[in-house]
């Protein structure tokens, strides 16, 4: 007689059945924890993101509205600019031909020496210090100067090298006359910058004057 080696089915009990279906239920909840977690980091990291993104943005509009500001600011202080840079400019060329001048015309310097002189009150004894090369020239002018201009009982001519050239110093007993080309350049300078500003004043004057009426 055959032998039946056939294993009887197992059918699970009422409190295995019930476990299964807890580890499910626990197993269930368990993922639906994660998905709650993820979706919840996801639209946190998204909020984070769209604040970090807001933020920035923000900061570029805020240096955009600077920079504008400087932007404006300079181009109202533009024609200022240019000009002043045009005058400095202008007197760099006139140094330059006026050095020019004197390369071709070393004789330019005894009407620098003749100004310098009639501006003295005092001039009975007057000591002129010009540039090395100039000295010639100069010396060589004085006695015509003395008879042009009178009053100068001696008057002697020294060699300067801190005087530019077709330059002089005028030096007497009650003080010193700067003839130099630097300071007459310097001079002229402050007179054109001045006369350039007093316009932007007066403009000034006029813009403050319309907006306390404005105001009133």
Known sequence: MPTDFALPALTPTAH????????DAVLAAAHGEADALREAARAEGYAAGLAAAAAEIQAAV?????????????A???????????????????????GGALDARPELVVGVVRGGLRRLVERDRVTLLVHPDDLECVRAATPGLIAELGGMEHCEVQAERRVARGGAMVRTAEGEVDATLATKLSQARSVVTQALAEPAAGQAELDAAALEEASA
């Not at 295995?16 to 580890?23: M, P």
């Open 62 to 74: 805020a240096a955009l509205h600077g920079g504008g500001a400087q932007l404006a600011a300079v």
């Open 16 to 23: 295995q059945l019930a476990g299964t279906g807890v580890a």
């Open 76 to 98: 109202a202080d533009l024609p200022d600019l240019l000009e002043a840079e045009a005058v400095e400019l202008a007197f760099a060329i006139a140094g330059q031909v006026l």
